[in-house]
């Protein structure tokens, strides 16, 4: 019908973006955006093409067209709710969070029913460290659509970050209920199973982390139900490098159950991983594997080993940094003259949650007054970061000499100190068996469970929790004071 419409008129704008919006449906994008592209070409003022077009966009990733066209489609209709609200989905996406802030609010005063600006707004404000008023906005998109899962299950998180963890349970349960394939509030239910220390109801939930990048592999799984003794098990990668790090501590026990390990590994942990006791051969991701008799994911290894609290394999240390690369970082150190201290107060940008777990350089520089030596353990920094160490000169720059974790192994190892907050390189210190402060935020990611400064993981750690969201200035006083103590024993 369509078809005949732009046959009868080839020349309307409206036939065009009809078409486009059919298309749509179908997922004919590619076929979308050129009629899209006509209708806006018969009429620069149609704010509905723009718009669509935008979407397009956005859902390609090409975030900065998708604002100019939102930006057109508002030039022609400042009162244009949907042009708003997808323009804070992209300033959302792009971690301008303040900027989606303003565009949410500005879509829900112009359309207060809708439902998922009311949703994103609350996430926005989680990211922002405003948990009660995220969830003011989850309760009132609650009121318009009480059969939300996604809303609910978002609720849940802000619920958690306040750490009212049996409402944060409760609403995890109800986005169940209302759609129970939903990965998302599975995964949540294990992560606060697990943070709450129910190891054992929370590993098996754990696995739905999988459903998110599903992997395939040739061979079975293995979850620990059969014997892998005289079996080659590939252990392949997964997560971040810290939960590398961390996990990777089972190797050493699949090996005395009599299996001959291949463990899948990051090319920035290659080096540190080949001193790993247990491992049979090292494979990067983009290398072929060798033929193999099972398989099992780095993170299901504590479920296959029926971990609880009490049984985690917490020797330290299981990861080493090699002789040479010590001997070159000391010299390169030179004479001890005071207690060696490094600091790594940021972790990577693209973390979802990096805003509230990464610190800026100058929050950290009242610490540098210490008398200890200070050096940086960051192979990057950030652009505000740079100018504050160069500024100020006192915290000792080793990026250039840090090709991957090895060296920074090395570094480490020539501490006697390490202060970082929740990153790679705080499981590195923890796996090296060397003394680390590490900062943890109020509601902070399972591993570290609840109300505790030690951590069962990692003997030699003492952790530093906030003790409201968002707020470091108590976390780095208690630091500084501990840390002179520290200075004035050494």
Not at 299 to 311: D, E, G, I, K, N
Request: charged share 25%; net charge negative.
């Amino acid at each position: 019908m369509q078809e005949r419409a732009l046959e009868l008129e080839p020349d309307s704008p409206i036939a065009h973006y009809t078409r486009a919006r059919m298309l749509r449906e179908l997922r004919r994008d590619e076929e979308a955006y050129i009629s899209l592209c006509e209708a806006i070409g018969r009429d620069p003022r149609l704010a509905q093409a723009y718009n669509e077009r935008g979407n397009i966009r956005r859902e390609q990733g090409d975030l900065g067209a998708a604002i100019v066209d939102y930006d057109r489609a508002l030039a022609v209709r400042p009162d244009y709710a949907d042009a708003h609200y997808h323009r804070a989905l992209v300033l959302q996406d792009s971690r301008q969070l303040t900027a989606a802030l303003l565009a949410y609010d500005r879509a829900i005063s112009l359309d207060p029913r809708m439902v998922e600006a009311h949703n994103n707004r609350g996430r926005v404000l989680r990211m922002l460290n405003r948990p009660d008023e995220a969830l003011a906005a989850y309760d009132r998109a609650l009121a318009l659509n009480p059969e939300s899962a996604d809303v609910h299950n978002n609720r849940g998180v802000v619920l958690k970050v306040l750490r009212r963890f049996e409402e944060a349970l409760a609403s995890y349960v109800r986005a169940i209920e209302l759609r129970p394939d939903h990965r998302d509030a599975h995964w949540n239910v294990a992560l606060l199973l697990l943070l709450t220390g129910h190891f054992a109801e929370g590993w098996p939930l754990y696995e739905w982390r999988q459903a998110f990048a599903p992997r395939r592999f040739p061979q079975p799984a293995w979850l620990g139900a059969v014997s892998v003794a005289g079996k080659r098990i590939l252990v392949h990668a997964e997560q971040g490098l810290g939960d590398f790090i961390q996990f990777c501590r089972y190797v050493p026990l699949l090996t005395h159950a009599g299996a001959e390990v291949v463990l899948e590994v990051p090319a920035a942990l290659k080096r540190l991983a080949s001193t790993l006791r247990g491992v049979s051969r090292l494979v990067e991701s983009q290398e072929a594997f060798p033929e193999c008799d099972l398989h099992c994911a780095m993170l299901s290894l504590p479920l296959a080993f029926r971990t609880t609290v009490a049984t985690i394999p917490s020797e330290v240390p299981y990861l080493h940094a090699s002789p040479s690369a010590c001997v070159a970082a000391n010299r390169r150190l030179g004479e001890r003259r005071r207690l060696r201290v490094g600091l790594a107060w940021a972790g990577g940008i693209d973390h979802e949650d990096d805003r509230n777990r990464s610190l800026a350089l100058e929050s950290v520089v009242p610490l540098l007054a210490i008398e200890a030596e200070f050096h940086a353990l960051q192979k990057e920094y950030r652009s505000e970061d740079r100018a504050v160490l160069e500024r100020d000169g006192r915290l000792l720059d080793h990026h250039a000499e840090l090709s991957d974790f090895a060296d920074t192994a090395a570094l480490v190892a020539a501490m006697d100190l390490v202060i970082a907050v929740d990153t790679a390189v705080a499981h590195l210190a923890g796996a090296l068996g060397k003394p680390v402060w590490i900062l943890i935020t109020y509601s902070p990611d399972f591993r570290w469970l609840l109300d505790r400064s030690d951590s069962p993981w990692y003997p030699t750690a003492t952790l530093f929790r906030q003790s409201a969201p968002g707020v470091w200035t108590d976390v780095l006083a208690r630091v500084a004071g501990r840390l002179r103590e520290e200075v004035r024993h050494a």
